[in-house]
């Protein structure tokens, strides 16, 4: 079996361009870009239209053509491989579904095992299973067509095919963009605990903040072709590369994006002579969160609070004035937040990479 | 009316030619029109060049068709079937065309993504969905090929022809009109049973054409 299929991947960019040549003359679509996807992590690619996030993303399973630079997986350039190999070997969900019409949903599903040739058996029982997983009862679904099925449902079909070969990465094209709102923050939902079940190599396409701040491990920020910036979620709100980040965050940059940030990712190692007496916040509180919390506190004479960890150890510090940098204003008192936005996200346990 | 109850054996056998002609011509037609135009949407400076002589071949008047063909392939069925397969190219390579190009290029990008080769892309996707305009086309050139064919008989291809020129030769008006009736028939009959045909592939091929 090829080096692709080995556990996890590794997918590195060095130096990637891309032109398209066209009659009207070369489009500079991607300009210099590298970074790194670790194994297992869901790396968000964001950034206006336009910005060649998709080009970028399609450079990867050679669906275009690298004009300049390297792609590596595991340390194979993808230009040595086997492109049809490359491809099974990559899970690809794409905006508007791309499913096959005159395929049932099962047999969707199932494509990539039929082209890696699996028994029929085997195959449906595999579609049935992803089904399941994606939170499509197969008894009801399977054997559907899928103008049979919402916009949404055939986005979870879309998902469950990406995964059917049990590939070690996948590539998702703004997957969640055409869908409506309520569907669409469900699907984000299941994303995160299919990722959390399956740990797989994702690249992730999107143009909307907060879908990469509740999904991304990483988040690489786009603009005409070069990345702007390339960190965690906290990495760009506490330390914005340059004014087109904080203004790409822009309005989000308040309750919405920092929901799905956590006090832990943002939190910094306890310096010595940090006193005990401090307020102790749990890791795992959301920035809103923490700001809430903190307003009730008796903050005289401290200049910031210890963050616990998993275990509930206080290794992690953090100064007010940091927090409030991140929160875009002074900490606030209760009565701010409604109790909605301050809800406790119940599956932030989840994600919490602590 | 009264030679079709007078004559029905020679009627019927004639009918059978008839199909037979027709038949033959469509299925040649398809064989070779098929290919062709999947190999436009492969190559694709091949279209018009290839539309434009079979448009061309498709205005020539049958008569004058066959007299071209005459000295090459003589009197008789051979030459009308020629002239008839090459009448019926237009329509099957012009709908394969247009059936292939119809996939939606969502859906063509997941399957080269999902790592499906030329030939399992073709196979698996491309054709199944182009299956019903195909056939739109198949259907067209075997209307037209129905009519045409009954000149063919000129030339010594039998066929229901027969009856018309066979009757105005020997005024003989009632197997003129028997001549007429069975084509008209023959036509209506036709293309309802491969619009029925068509509509069973389409339902097989996924309903392609509706659920995009
Ligand atoms: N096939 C193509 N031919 C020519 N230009 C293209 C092609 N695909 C993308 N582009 C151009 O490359 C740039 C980046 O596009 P894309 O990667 O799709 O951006 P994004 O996904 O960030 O919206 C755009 O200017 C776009 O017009
Ligand atoms: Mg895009």
């Known amino acids: ?354 | 009316m009264f030679y079709l109850f007078e004559q029905p054996e020679r009627v019927f056998e004639l009918t059978l030619e008839h199909i037979r002609l027709v038949g033959i011509s469509v299925l040649a037609a398809t064989l070779i029109g098929v290919p062709v135009g999947i190999l436009c949407t492969r190559i694709r400076w091949l279209e018009s060049p290839i539309l434009n002589l079979s448009g061309i071949l498709y205005t020539i008047p049958s008569l004058a068709f066959f007299a071209i063909l005459i000295p090459y392939t003589g009197l008789g069925a051979s030459t009308a079937t020629i002239a008839l397969t090459l009448y019926s190219l237009l329509a099957i390579i012009r709908n394969t065309i247009a059936g292939i190009d119809d996939v939606p290029r969502a859906t063509l990008d997941a399957a080269r993504g999902m790592g499906m080769t030329g030939r399992q892309r073709l196979f698996l996707v491309e054709l199944p969905l182009a299956i019903p305009v195909i056939f739109a086309g198949i259907r067209v050139a075997t209307m037209a090929a129905i009519g045409i064919a009954v000149i063919a008989a000129v030339i010594g291809a039998g066929g229901l022809g027969r009856l018309i020129f066979d009757g105005l030769r020997t005024l003989d008006a009632d197997q003129v009109l028997a001549g007429a009736i069975m084509a008209t028939v023959l036509a209506l009959v036709g293309d309802w049973a491969l619009k029925r045909l068509g509509d069973a592939l389409r339902r097989d091929a996924g309903a392609a054409a509706e659920g995009r």
Do not use: C
Request: aromatic residues 6%; without cysteine.
């Open chain 1, 1 to 354: 079996m090829s080096p692709l299929w080995a556990g996890v991947s590794l997918i590195t960019l060095e130096h990637v361009s891309k032109n398209f040549d066209s009659p009207s003359g070369s489009v500079r679509a991607v300009e210099d870009v590298s970074f790194e996807v670790d194994a297992g992590a869901l790396h968000v690619l964001i950034g206006p239209s336009g910005s060649g996030k998709t080009t970028t993303m399609r450079m990867i399973n050679r669906l275009e053509t690298i004009s300049e630079g390297t792609i590596t997986i595991n340390g194979r350039d993808v230009r040595d491989l086997d492109v049809v190999e490359l491809r099974r070997a990559i899970g690809y969900v794409i905006q508007q579904g791309g499913l096959f019409p005159h395929f049932t949903v099962a047999d969707n599903v199932a494509v990539v095992p039929r082209l890696l040739g699996w028994p029929r058996a085997r195959r449906r029982q595999r579609a049935e299973e992803l089904l399941a997983l994606v939170g499509l009862p197969p008894k009801q679904f399977a054997d559907r067509f899928p103008r049979q099925l919402s916009g949404g449902q055939q986005q979870r079909v879309g998902v469950a095919r990406a995964l059917a070969a049990d590939p070690p990465i996948i590539l998702m094209d703004e997957p969640f963009g055409a869908v409506d709102p309520i569907t669409r923050k469900q699907l984000q939902r299941e994303l995160r605990r299919i990722q959390a079940e399956v740990q797989k190599t994702i690249v992730f396409v999107t143009h909307d903040i907060g879908e990469a701040f509740l999904l991304g491990d990483r988040i690489v920020l786009m603009a005409e072709g070069r990345i702007v910036q390339n960190g965690t979620p906290a990495d760009l709100l506490r330390n914005p590369a340059s004014p087109f980040v904080t203004e790409f965050i822009g309005e989000d940059r308040s309750l919405r994006a920092l929901q799905h940030t956590y006090l832990a990712e943002l939190a910094g190692s306890r310096p010595d002579g940090v006193p005990d007496d401090v307020p102790i916040l749990a890791g795992t509180l959301s920035i809103p969160q923490a700001g809430q919390e903190l307003a009730r506190h008796d903050r005289s004479n401290r200049e910031g609070f210890l963050v616990s960890d998993v275990s509930g150890r206080p290794s992690g510090y953090l100064t007010y004035q940091q927090l409030a940098t991140v929160l875009g204003e002074s900490i606030a008192p209760a009565e701010t937040m409604t109790s909605a936005e301050a809800a406790p996200d119940p599956e932030a346990a989840h994600v919490l990479p602590v």
